[in-house]
């Protein structure tokens, strides 16, 4: 299939205008410039972060350290559950899987199955455990069941963990900015790194899931815009439709065994599931957001 792209590439249908010798450079070319109005978005989000950790840091301040951990055990379920979605977005997901879907067709979309056992895995096993020992963290569990060694030894893995992953996460979208904007890529990432370590340690986990809220807004505000706007310049839903099943894009199932696969049902589901698993059930960044929540019914909703 990707040796279809530079021809689909040479050729292209915007609307009912052809192009033809469109390449790769001219497209780029054609989308690398942000707008005025692009610059004052961006800026937008970022004081608007800058404000909810400002107003959770001063005005509405933490009382104490359960407070500021997990919002006093009173946050509303919409914005957590916003929050949650955001945190499982990365830059590099919204780089990656489109690029995945684009030169290796749908297959991907079956993780959702491993999403969905992992959602109820989480709901009877875990959140009952965690949510009825009143934890601020996984490890406290850790200590409370093993011992405060394996408690040490578990943080420092999730913190070499997030060393290794973090500078990749903040890369990527800024290697993408960098594209449109021209601007640099080791200005703009500590800008934005000095930017969420003044809100989160200022307004705790109340300004984290707010600016969540804003954040994942805007990215699914974009998504939905590029996906509407991409379709009517290709000429309607049933264009697209009909370019992915000639490309070979939309595909069925894969039950094959066979583990060299690309993707199969199998390996998306199962290995999805295990990688879910650690990514949204018992990682910190996530059990943080499930305790902020008043009861265990709402956790598991």
């Not at 049933?238 to 199969?264: C, K, M, Q, S, Y």
Request: with cysteine.
């Amino acid at each position: 299939m990707a040796d279809n792209i530079p021809s689909m590439m040479s050729h292209m249908d915007v609307g009912a205008k052809v192009v033809v010798g469109l390449d790769v450079t001219d497209v780029g070319n054609e989308i690398r410039k942000f707008m005025w109005p692009d610059y004052v978005v961006f800026l937008i989000m970022l004081l608007m972060c800058l404000v909810i950790g400002f107003y959770f840091g001063c005005v509405k301040r933490s009382v104490n350290s359960q407070d500021y951990l997990v919002g006093g055990r009173t946050m509303s379920t919409f914005p957590v559950a916003m929050s949650l979605i955001a945190s499982y977005i990365s830059g590099i997901s919204l780089l990656g899987i489109p690029t995945e879907v684009y030169v290796y067709g749908i297959q991907f979309v079956y993780i959702l199955g491993g999403f969905l056992l992992m959602a109820i895995v989480m709901s009877y096993v875990y959140l009952p455990v965690f949510h009825g020992l009143r934890l601020t963290s996984t490890y406290e569990y850790h200590e409370m069941r093993f011992g405060p060694k394996v408690r040490l030894f578990a943080s420092l893995l999730f913190t070499i963990s997030s060393i290794t992953w973090l500078p990749l996460v903040i890369y990527v979208p800024a290697l993408a900015f960098n594209q449109v904007t021209e601007i640099n890529v080791h200005l703009i990432t500590p800008v934005v790194c000095v930017i969420c370590i003044i809100y989160t340690s200022m307004g705790g986990i109340k300004a984290v899931v707010w600016t969540d809220v804003i954040q994942i807004f805007l990215m699914l505000s974009a998504l939905l815009l590029v996906a509407i706007k991409g379709t009517l310049d290709i000429g309607g839903i049933n264009n697209v439709i009909i370019r992915n099943i000639n490309t070979g894009r939309i595909e069925g199932p894969n039950f094959d065994f066979d583990p060299l696969a690309r993707h199969t049902v199998w390996s998306l589901v199962i290995g999805g599931f295990a990688y879910v698993m650690q990514a949204g059930a018992v990682n910190q960044n996530m059990v943080q957001r499930y305790l902020a929540l008043p009861t265990l019914n709402c956790a598991t909703r």
